[in-house]
């Protein structure tokens, strides 16, 4: 059998058959649109939406009223960027972002300074993180809304979200956090964090694709994104996807009650991954923070002198799936906005590699990448006219 080693998990992850098997009735026999009350299948939907917003908000310290199911993580964070923006225009039109975040903020940001307000794009460290003090720099009388990400899904960074919640509280100005990617891999409580807004999505801890939520703190004013029905008490409309709620909430549960032990397993194989790529390849540079300050999953690497996509396609040959630092997924060749963010000059930014791990990654999948990369980045390196200078000056 061909080896098989999945390492992308920043990307998607493998939806759990606990996840599957929570959605199937909801495919099948208990089929009923929530809000159809007047007979019985319609009740039992109802009921059980009910049930998956509070294991919902259980898991994340919430109230059941504070969370909004949306149709993916894209959406939440266009909401709330939107909807705020949209909601306190009276206030003022100035939005504060970061540099990293993920293009569905940055793209909501990029619409909305069309439709006439103001964003500070505010910069980060060599590590990826944004400094507080520059968020408290940026405020200004017109501020109505600070989006900061929870964790950034390139480089693994965790963000200072305590003590920029804690600025957005004393200027009482609205803080939304993309928590995306922190669900499952580190703890996530809205009360901790003191966030107004967070957006999830459930394919990033093995729920099923197409389903988001955005938490919404009581007394937040907050304008449509969707219009139509009554859904979502009155805030999103579209008839639940009642399957998908199903697997967001067993996916979320399963998430909470595994963390520690899936965090501490994750951290050890990240570490042996980044230990063995350090001592076996040359020139390898580890891009965002050592330790407590990067996501327990995240590996992300510059390979001096080759490119990302290269190293890909020679991966994908030995069956190893993992993930460029290119905005391939835009459809361009692009190095990505957050390695040049954090400071790389655009060919070493070109030459990246980011590999996370799962729940399901075994030590043998490991040590089989610290055998196959070498010579992949051996190869291509002997193939580059750059590094054949960098090997004539060293003689
Ligand atoms: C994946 C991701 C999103 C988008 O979520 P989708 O459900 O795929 O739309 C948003 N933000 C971050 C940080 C992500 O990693």
Known sequence: ???????????????????????????????????????????????????????????IGAKINEIYFTGSGCEADNWAIKGIADAYRNKGNHIITSSIEHHAILGACEFLEKHGYDVTYLPVNEYGIVNPDDVEKAITDKTILISVMTANNEIGSIQPIKAISEIAKKHKIVFHTDAVQAIGHMPVNVNDLGVDLLSMSGHKFHGPKGVGVLYIKNGIRISNLIHGGGQERGKRAATENVAGMAGFAKAIEIAAADLDKNMAEMERKRDKLIKGILEKIPYARLNGPVGEDRLCNNVNFSFKYIEGESILMMLDMKGVAASSGSACASGSLDPSHVLLAIGLPHEIAHGSLRLSVGDDTTDEDIDYVLEVLPPIVEKLRMMSPLYEEVLKAQK
Request: glycine content about 6%; cysteine-free; charged content about 25%.
């Open 1 to 59: 059998m061909n080896k098989s080693v999945y390492l992308d998990n920043n990307a998607t992850t493998y939806m759990k058959k606990e996840v599957l098997d929570a959605m199937l009735p909801y495919y099948g026999e208990y089929f009923g649109n929530p809000s159809s009350k007047f007979y019985e299948v319609g009740r039992i939907a109802e009921k059980a939406v009910y049930g998956f917003r509070k294991t919902v908000a259980d898991a």
